[in-house]
Protein backbone atom coordinates (compact mmCIF):
# COMPACT_ATOMS: atom_id res chain seq x y z
CA UNK A 1 0.00 0.00 0.00
CA UNK A 2 1.28 3.10 -1.14
CA UNK A 3 1.66 6.27 1.67
CA UNK A 4 2.24 9.69 1.30
CA UNK A 5 2.86 12.42 3.68
CA UNK A 6 3.61 15.89 2.74
CA UNK A 7 5.13 18.77 4.93
CA UNK A 8 6.21 22.54 4.31
CA UNK A 9 3.28 23.98 4.28
CA UNK A 10 2.72 27.13 6.26
CA UNK A 11 2.04 31.31 6.56
CA UNK A 12 4.16 33.47 4.02
CA UNK A 13 3.92 36.82 2.66
CA UNK A 14 3.06 37.83 -0.45
CA UNK A 15 6.27 37.47 -2.26
CA UNK A 16 7.82 35.03 -0.58
CA UNK A 17 8.78 31.14 -1.03
CA UNK A 18 7.85 27.97 0.02
CA UNK A 19 8.94 24.27 -0.35
CA UNK A 20 6.44 21.14 0.00
CA UNK A 21 7.90 18.25 0.48
CA UNK A 22 5.75 14.64 0.11
CA UNK A 23 7.45 11.57 0.79
CA UNK A 24 6.33 7.84 -0.14
CA UNK A 25 6.30 4.40 1.14
CA UNK A 26 5.14 1.42 -0.66
CA UNK A 27 6.96 2.32 -4.16
CA UNK A 28 8.89 4.44 -5.42
CA UNK A 29 8.59 7.63 -7.32
CA UNK A 30 10.45 5.32 -10.04
CA UNK A 31 7.73 3.60 -10.86
CA UNK A 32 4.82 6.07 -10.42
CA UNK A 33 4.28 9.63 -11.71
CA UNK A 34 3.79 12.48 -9.01
CA UNK A 35 1.56 15.50 -8.85
CA UNK A 36 0.68 18.11 -6.39
CA UNK A 37 -2.65 19.86 -6.74
CA UNK A 38 -4.50 22.09 -4.26
CA UNK A 39 -7.97 23.14 -2.89
CA UNK A 40 -9.21 26.43 -2.06
CA UNK A 41 -12.14 27.02 -0.10
CA UNK A 42 -15.27 26.38 -1.80
CA UNK A 43 -13.32 25.46 -4.79
CA UNK A 44 -12.91 21.61 -6.89
CA UNK A 45 -9.34 20.45 -6.63
CA UNK A 46 -7.08 21.42 -9.41
CA UNK A 47 -3.79 20.62 -10.35
CA UNK A 48 -0.88 22.41 -10.04
CA UNK A 49 2.22 20.34 -11.55
CA UNK A 50 3.16 16.63 -11.85
CA UNK A 51 6.31 14.82 -12.81
CA UNK A 52 6.47 11.64 -15.15
CA UNK A 53 8.19 8.25 -13.05
CA UNK A 54 10.93 8.83 -15.12
CA UNK A 55 11.51 12.09 -14.36
CA UNK A 56 11.69 12.61 -18.64
CA UNK A 57 8.63 15.26 -18.20
CA UNK A 58 7.04 17.86 -16.05
CA UNK A 59 3.79 19.72 -16.38
CA UNK A 60 2.47 22.87 -14.60
CA UNK A 61 -0.80 24.95 -14.58
CA UNK A 62 -0.46 28.11 -16.14
CA UNK A 63 -0.74 29.96 -13.85
CA UNK A 64 2.18 28.27 -11.98
CA UNK A 65 4.56 28.02 -14.84
CA UNK A 66 7.81 29.84 -14.08
CA UNK A 67 6.83 30.16 -10.02
CA UNK A 68 6.61 26.69 -9.28
CA UNK A 69 8.76 23.75 -9.43
CA UNK A 70 8.42 20.15 -9.55
CA UNK A 71 11.16 18.43 -8.83
CA UNK A 72 11.92 14.63 -6.93
CA UNK A 73 14.85 12.52 -4.98
CA UNK A 74 14.56 8.80 -5.79
CA UNK A 75 16.95 7.93 -3.03
CA UNK A 76 14.56 9.84 -0.73
CA UNK A 77 11.93 8.72 -2.48
CA UNK A 78 10.42 12.03 -2.29
CA UNK A 79 8.53 14.45 -4.46
CA UNK A 80 8.89 18.66 -3.86
CA UNK A 81 7.12 21.56 -5.20
CA UNK A 82 9.27 24.72 -4.90
CA UNK A 83 6.92 27.97 -4.82
CA UNK A 84 8.08 31.24 -5.51
CA UNK A 85 6.54 34.76 -5.71
CA UNK A 86 3.49 33.23 -4.15
CA UNK A 87 0.34 35.44 -4.07
CA UNK A 88 -2.51 35.43 -1.58
CA UNK A 89 -4.76 33.16 -4.80
CA UNK A 90 -2.12 30.58 -3.91
CA UNK A 91 -3.75 30.01 -0.42
CA UNK A 92 -5.23 26.11 -0.25
CA UNK A 93 -4.59 22.69 0.72
CA UNK A 94 -1.89 21.57 -1.23
CA UNK A 95 -1.97 17.55 -1.65
CA UNK A 96 0.72 15.31 -3.16
CA UNK A 97 -0.27 12.29 -5.61
CA UNK A 98 0.55 9.01 -7.36
CA UNK A 99 -0.61 7.50 -10.79
CA UNK A 100 0.45 3.83 -10.47
CA UNK A 101 0.15 4.05 -14.31
CA UNK A 102 2.97 3.88 -16.34
CA UNK A 103 1.67 4.80 -19.67
CA UNK A 104 -0.68 7.62 -18.54
CA UNK A 105 -0.77 10.32 -21.19
CA UNK A 106 -0.03 13.72 -21.32
CA UNK A 107 -3.54 15.01 -21.37
CA UNK A 108 -4.60 12.85 -18.64
CA UNK A 109 -1.51 13.32 -15.97
CA UNK A 110 -3.83 16.58 -15.23
CA UNK A 111 -6.82 14.91 -14.41
CA UNK A 112 -7.28 14.03 -10.38
CA UNK A 113 -8.92 10.96 -11.14
CA UNK A 114 -6.33 9.81 -12.74
CA UNK A 115 -4.40 9.31 -9.57
CA UNK A 116 -4.46 6.38 -6.98
CA UNK A 117 -2.72 7.73 -4.35
CA UNK A 118 -3.56 11.12 -1.80
CA UNK A 119 -1.75 12.51 0.85
CA UNK A 120 -3.27 14.29 3.62
CA UNK A 121 -2.63 17.80 2.21
CA UNK A 122 -0.79 20.62 3.87
CA UNK A 123 -1.74 24.18 4.10
CA UNK A 124 -0.57 27.18 2.00
CA UNK A 125 -1.55 30.47 3.19
CA UNK A 126 0.09 33.20 1.35
CA UNK A 127 -0.95 36.99 3.18
CA UNK A 128 -1.13 40.40 1.36
Known amino acids: QVQLVESGGGLVQAGGSLRLSCAAS????????GGWFRQAPGKEREFVTAITWSGGSTYYADSMKGRFTISRDISKNTLYLQMNSLKPEDTAVYYC?????????????????????WGQGTQVTVSS
Open 26 to 33: GRSFSSMN
Open 97 to 117: AADSDLITPPRAIKDRYQYDY
